[in-house]
Every structure is written in structure tokens, then in C-alpha cells.
């Protein structure tokens, strides 16, 4: 059973940084693609960074030079740096596999005030 755990989220001021985790209770975690994806009010949720164990990390355009994802598979657990954040980064920020599986936590919301 999948289980994902977000945490980190908050009220930051625009340029300001916050630090993502992710929990994640899955098998064979560190074979998986993992993703954080943000979901905006009144928008689909968005795959915004993707890492896998060997490669290169994905980042979509908007938060490219300004988020790094990370993981650490001893601990099941993947990280979102974001920084310079602005307003058009609020949103819930969730965890996942890439493509996801369907099982989504609780996310973690951010608010970043302009």
C-alpha cells in the first residue's frame, strides 16, 4: 500500500525559500521516478520536477534555476528546494511516482504572498 506523506509548506514572502518532504511508503522506492506536482486553485494538478536515481533531473520551465529536487533512498524520502519563490507558485504541492499512481497524500500547501 502506498503511502505519502508531505510536509514543509507554509506563508512565504515573494523571493523568499522553503524546503519540501516527501515520505514516502512505497516498494522499491529507490527503482521508482518520483515527482512533486502542485495543484493551483482553479487549475489541474502540474508534474513540476521529476528525479530518478541515475538520471538527470526534470523541471518544468517556470521553476527551472530556482527549485531542486532531491532524494535520499535510504530514507524514502524526496525533498523540493524551491527558492525566489513568487506568487504563481502557490498551490498544494503533492508527492508521487512518475507517472503517478494514483494514490496522492494529504499535500502541503503554499502560499507565497507578492
Known amino acids: 500500500q502506498v503511502q505519502l506523506v508531505e510536509s514543509g509548506g507554509g506563508l512565504v514572502q515573494a523571493g523568499g525559500s522553503l524546503r519540501l518532504s516527501c515520505a514516502a511508503s512505497?516498494?522499491?522506492?529507490?527503482?521508482?521516478?518520483m515527482g512533486w506536482y502542485r495543484q493551483a486553485l482553479g487549475k489541474q494538478r502540474e508534474l513540476v520536477a521529476r528525479a530518478t536515481s541515475g538520471g538527470s533531473p526534470f523541471y518544468i520551465d517556470s521553476v527551472k534555476g530556482r527549485f531542486t529536487i532531491s532524494r535520499d533512498n535510504a530514507k524514502n524520502t524526496v525533498y523540493l528546494q524551491m527558492n525566489s519563490l513568487t506568487a504563481e507558485d502557490t498551490a498544494v504541492y503533492y508527492c508521487n511516482t512518475v507517472p503517478n499512481v494514483g494514490n496522492w497524500g494529504q499535500g502541503t500547501q503554499v502560499t507565497v504572498s507578492s
Open positions: 512505497i516498494t522499491m522506492f529507490s527503482l521508482r521516478p
